[in-house]
């Protein structure tokens, strides 16, 4: 057995922490700068630090309280084992510890990188970018290491380390989904608190700041500068990689999850060199090197000439994110030929047991390597400077306001159109390659270069805060335009960004799904039946009202950023002067407890619905856990449908609404004649873009936080419905063998074996061909590994066995 | 055989239709005023008329095209019949002569209003009122009286007037639909087209009238001024009218459909005093007391003082609106008591059969009456004047026109809340009560008092137009300020009007939507197929960007009415002096094919994509109709739920941005400042309501004909993808009885039979009770009537009769 290959991925996430850590200290070791781009970079620092200590104190409450739900939930599901609690603390501690090294490195990186544009743009970039690659590597690191080793763990736990049956692992993989709902709900703090806070700092300083009070922005003055600051960190930084690490995880654990019931539908073993769990082992793989290979590609991103416009520094970001892809794309082909049998059965609704070829694996990789790709390329039409959609909000701009803002409103509307069906063509044809398998493993490729995506996404706000240390410290113009290049890109790649990590969250979402049904043992979520259809209705209500309170919440977190502001002034004498310094601190705690505070209706929102579907479920048809799993089902597609196209539609919108802001920046023609910023179109263009703020950094982004978590609340619900799919004492199973021996040379052997569980009879038939000793030797492993395979807690009652060998 | 129920609700029809004439009549003999008044109405009923003219030519051309494409399946699909080209033609027809009657009485009727008012408030809201009336009975009066006579044509032409079979029941309903598709069609090109042709003449008549020109709003110098009014007339009258004209035939037909699945359900025959056909015929009596009892509540709505305010107005039409529900109430009681064998037998997914009471249909009836009153008072909340969400939005003008916007979006968001947990409610529980035949008779119920209900919505513009006219006639300030009480009054009946209409097309479309499974005789829809599921995507996804089409519509169609009228000013000389008349009609011709050309492409993708999904099924999966009827249904299912979503959120954003500017108009304290009309909070206002304007009256109400129309074409194309349901020659019956005697008063038989159609076999039981003489008798009339009942095409071979009796 090559069960080696189990530990490659540690192995490379390792690698991938090693190589983070030497570019950690090659970051920090550059020149920092001196006088006020220190001071400045150090009260950022310091507000990134207040904001991690607030948010970790109410994190461990959470937890706790998560916890000991959770362990409620285990000891009342026989189902559901206590150490899920162990694996959900981990999930969230490792989430958390990501998060914490991406926001330190980048409010670190920020000022390194002015003192670096002062002496070349290459440089400029080099640590930026190297920023950047920190992040990603070690939020791609410690997921990668976190759930594997998990996994291996919890094998070696509940099955020895060895194969024994579908429903042992089962038991593995819903308990490694702790892991992945831990990772999931740090996210909700980081993405939805995240996005409240930044927009909260952001509109509260503006509004006194450059208001009332008449200061620019940026200003040491404003009390609120800080925070704002710390936001952009806290957003684009920390809520980003809170929002990927929780998709990798949760794509590679649903993957694993239905590779467990390829598995199955493969007769309950499988003779291959690696345990007989190669098709749990590939996603696990595949993510492995994928970190490998984006450390390859971050290698890449370099541009030699001082000269260099966007253009160049784009197209060096693109030569690393290309080659790494590429390498995956290779890797996913080595893999899929070398871990996966070369034909496996895979059963599909209505059209019952297929032969699928481990080809038709890889093609599924190729679509999510393509999906992600394609994706962003859509969402950088819709919302990138100087396009055909983003020019026509600027034209709409010069009738007024209204217009805008319903030309915003259109832009994002319809960029759902290609983006879904995209969507849906990925869906469909993966499936049609490979089954839910295939999606999952689609989702997996696409996330293999997680690492490399959020060293890019983490390189803009590192450019965008290094251009404001720039301003605020007076450094030489040149400076500025060295970081305005790398600022300009790093919108695009923020764009971008925003488009692969819904495509992301889409697809994790579907292979969820997809998991969920499995673990449940439904026969699929007819929405026929009018509960489910119900449920349905329900689900897809919810993100709209999710988006709503958290818009509304920025508005209220943004007025105690106002109060707080207003009373400095008046009480602190001498902020005006500029002769005594504001309380930042105090300002970095009102917009981090408003954040928090605001972001729990959205959270209660998230996490209780599921759950009171399941407690009403259980009200009305007590015992029918087969329709209360399929409402529960209707309800998860109905969020992430209504998700995703929400999501779609206030990203697209805030991103073309800002940019066709920004175009005044340099000038746009409006019916022939060239306007400016300060004309009364580039006004009305700020009414969309303020619009639109809450729409692509706070609600927009939270929706991939809804439709995961949604998702993989489900998925931990789902053996508590799933019970009677799992064979309990007293179960019967009834096989018949028919056996047809033409010759000594050619035997084939048909099994046709029935499990009955708690009454519901579910058929299964299984082929043996080749000589006659060899049927036989198959026979006696089947049985052996399959229909007699049962733990303690599971002892399955053969009726009868009629072989006929 | 009391088959003279059957000819009851044309009857009703006939009573509405000459209560109509009579009232219309008494309308047309009011005094029309004199002079100025009379002048501007007759350009607005010329207005009027030039649009019809437009629209009807293109009606024309579309409903040609369409019978032709409906004509050519017929020769294709040996199920759909030739006859539903002529069901399709009447139903348009039938829509199209009611939007007539009423855009020509509410244009008759307005300067009447004026008139009145010049004598007293209760003449005047008696006029107005009456106008009202007219048009929901003629609405009404038209949609049974087509709707029935189809039927029983269509009953005489396949079964000679006596019931059959279900099957054969199947191929009347299958034609009867094509008078729903035509009534819904005409609804596409009245709701869409309507809805942007009155916002493309507003904001055009507006951008040149009132800030070009610098000339106040109506004012007759303006050539756009008659296309906007004639504009709120084919946008709340006409378009309103021709959705609830849909709404009402459908759910009828759904109801039909469903009772005739019942039929089949309770073994094929039904033993009652109507011809066997009593939940076939319920739907239809329904409707047609319905329209009695609208008679009946439009005569209690008057005042008698002349110095009543909003609240006696509001109260007079309350007291008519729930007299006319309740009285439908008891006439459902004492329909379903009669019309329905006391118990039934309906097949629940995955429940096998039930038995159902009566009482149960009833109780269902009352969700309906409750869900009808309880959305329009949730949709009242959110967009009212002085309610809390509205005020909100008030006081977030004062931070500026971007804040105000982002408040409106929100609550349009957040008002999907209760209106979603009310529908799934509604569905759930009237399902639970009587299965889909439940929810559908819910709608049915609701839908009783359309009469009603549009004299209600239709008052409103009526009285909106009478104060226009009375301003511009410069009448004594005492007539503007009675036909103000009204307009105020007809403000929140068009809120509430939406909130019903929403309602109506969300329950009609569920109706249809379980109308199809059934028509189709799929199992379910199974969304964790994924070619389903990418369908529910796309489903999802087509309000997104039909709402967005619409809205760049109006854009569109706005800048062709301003070039038209610049280019009036600019030819005719004269004009502004007010020595030359502006050529309205040529206005009012721009206007009406501007709308009709951009309604086209959002028709286009309502008609379209149902059809693609079945070609591309076709392509891709061949003969497995199965699969691709789920797949359209999954489609369904999509637009369905999102389009209730959007249509919710963008008619209560719009609506309470609306309220919310015309707060200002009586002042408002923001920050404990009264605030009025010109301030900076009221500009800020005015953006939103900008903003609102295409949400609330273009693509919010369109997207109950787009999720109609979707479920209707689904309907019409079931048959294709049904085939397999309705038996061919050569198919197979087997019937198995089993008769236990225990005396000669107490004997039972039970017949167990299987009908296997194209290889899939249903199995289905039917139980006799009573003493054996009588059991004998019931059997031979169901072996007659069920068992070897079959019209030529469809003769069924029995193999194996085995009746031991």
Known sequence: MDSIIMYVPIIMALIGLAFMAVKRSWVLNQNAGDGKMKEISDYIYEGALAFLKAEYKLLTFFVIAASIALAAVSFIVPTTHILIVVAFVFGAFFSAL?????????????????????????QALKVSFGGGTVMGLGVAGLAVLGLTSFFILLFQYFMNGTWTSTEDMTIVLETLAGFSLGAESIALFARVGGGIYTKAADVGADLVGKVEAGIPEDDPRNPATIADNVGDNVGDVAGMGADLFGSYVATVL???????????????ALDDNFGGIGPILLPMAIAGFGILFSIIGTMLVKIKSN?????QVQGALNVGNWVSIGLTLISCFVLVKYLLPETMQMEFFGEGLKDISSMRVFYATVIGLTVGGVISSITEYYTGLGTKPVLAIVQKSSTGAGTNVIAGL??????????????????WSSYALAGFYGVALAASAMMATTAMQLAIDAFGPIADNAGGIAEMSEQDPIVRERTDILDSVGNTTAATGKGFAIASAALTSLALFAAYVTFTGIDG????KAPVLAMLFVGGMVPVVFSALAMNSVGKAAMDMVYEVRRQFKEIPGIMEGTAKPDYAKCVDISTKAALREMMLPGVLTIGFPIAIVLLGKLVYNEDNQLIAEMLGGYMAGVTVSGVLWAIFQNNAGGAWDNAKKSFEAGVEINGEMTYKGSDAHKAAITGDTVGDPFKDTSGPSMNILIKLTCLIGLVIAPILGGHAIPQKGDKKEVKVEMKVQNSEKAE????YTIVVDGVKKSHEKVFEGTKAEVKAQLDAFEKNTLNSANENQKIVIEKIDINK
């Open 525 to 528: 979520i007819n929405i026929f």
């Open 749 to 752: 052997a048909i099994v046709t």
């Open 307 to 311: 000269d260099a416009k966007e253009k």
């Open 254 to 268: 649903a993957a694993m999850v239905l590779g467990n019931y390829v598995i199955k539908d493969m007769g309950g």
């Open 98 to 122: 990501a998060g914490n090294m991406g926001m330190k490195i980048a409010t670190k990186t920020n000022v390194r990188t002015t003192q670096a544009a002062r002496t070349s743009l290459p």
């Open 410 to 427: 259109a832009t994002g509307m319809i960029s759902t159109f290609p983006t879904v069906l995209i969507f849906a063509a990925a869906i």
